[in-house]
């Protein structure tokens, strides 16, 4: 540098100016790109994960049955499967298939069949029977079959919280059909209808198996709804 004129000074600083401008504008525009791009990857992981958790809860409401019963199991029967309607709600073991093909015309509005696992007959059913206004013996629970066996026995009792009515009819009265049975009766809350829980002897030993085994842990996680 030494020597040099003060023009050939002049024209070298006004070369390398633009120069060294130029660099640290390079560098400035450098972090910024990398700040966007750092930006944007956070704004996408925080989309995905918030559409994951999304999707989660989607499918943990979706999962959720629709009456999840708190109440205790009396057996060791895994109680998985829901009857629900705007009626009522109750478990019943996924062992156990529903059957709607036995339809005993009115007043019964509805009659499901349980069959058991271990053959085709039928081992609890359940029935809406509809109540009549005009008499008030139709809203009493825990009523004798005026066709059953004459030493069946009927008593009033609590399950669940709930009134029901026990008939317990032993054996048949040779009229030919019957069939020996617990029937278990209720109210819905509307007393529009008779709920009805019948257990017969099905895979076990009696029917009073089957209604002790099989039909009081149903029973415990009745729900009534209307």
């Given amino acids: 540098m030494v020597g040099q004129q003060p023009l050939e000074l002049f024209i070298m600083v006004r070369i390398h100016a633009p120069q060294q401008n130029m ?7 450098f ?23 999304s999707n989660e809860m ?9 009456y999840p019963s708190e109440q205790p199991h009396l057996n060791n029967s895994k109680t ?13 073991p996924q062992v156990w298939k529903a059957d709607y093909n036995r339809q005993i015309g009115n007043p019964y509005v509805v009659n499901v069949d349980f069959t058991g696992e271990c053959n085709p007959y039928r081992v609890v059913s359940f029935s809406y029977k509809n109540t009549n206004p005009n008499d008030s013996e139709s809203f009493t629970v825990g ?6 066996p004459g030493n069946q026995t009927s ?4 399950i669940n919280g709930i009134t029901v009515g026990e008939n317990i009819q032993p054996v048949g009265d040779g009229s030919g ?12 809350k509307s007393k529009k209808f008779h709920f009805y829980f019948i257990a017969v002897i099905g895979y076990r030993n009696s029917f009073e198996e089957t209604y002790k085994i099989d039909l009081l842990p149903i029973l415990n996680s009745i729900e009534l709804l209307d």
């Fill in 80 to 92: 998985k499967y829901i009857y629900n309607d705007q009626y009522i709600t109750f478990e019943y």
């Fill in 58 to 66: 989607l499918n943990l409401t979706i999962s959720q049955p629709p």
């Fill in 143 to 148: 009523q004798k079959n005026p066709h059953g």
């Fill in 23 to 29: 660099n640290k504008k390079m560098k400035i525009l």
């Fill in 31 to 53: 972090v910024l790109l990398i700040l966007l791009v750092l930006l944007g990857y956070r704004y996408y992981k925080n989309a995905i994960l918030d559409d994951y958790n």
């Fill in 177 to 188: 059909g019957y069939e020996p049975k617990v029937v278990i009766d209720l109210l819905s």
């Fill in 155 to 158: 008593k009033t009792i609590k």
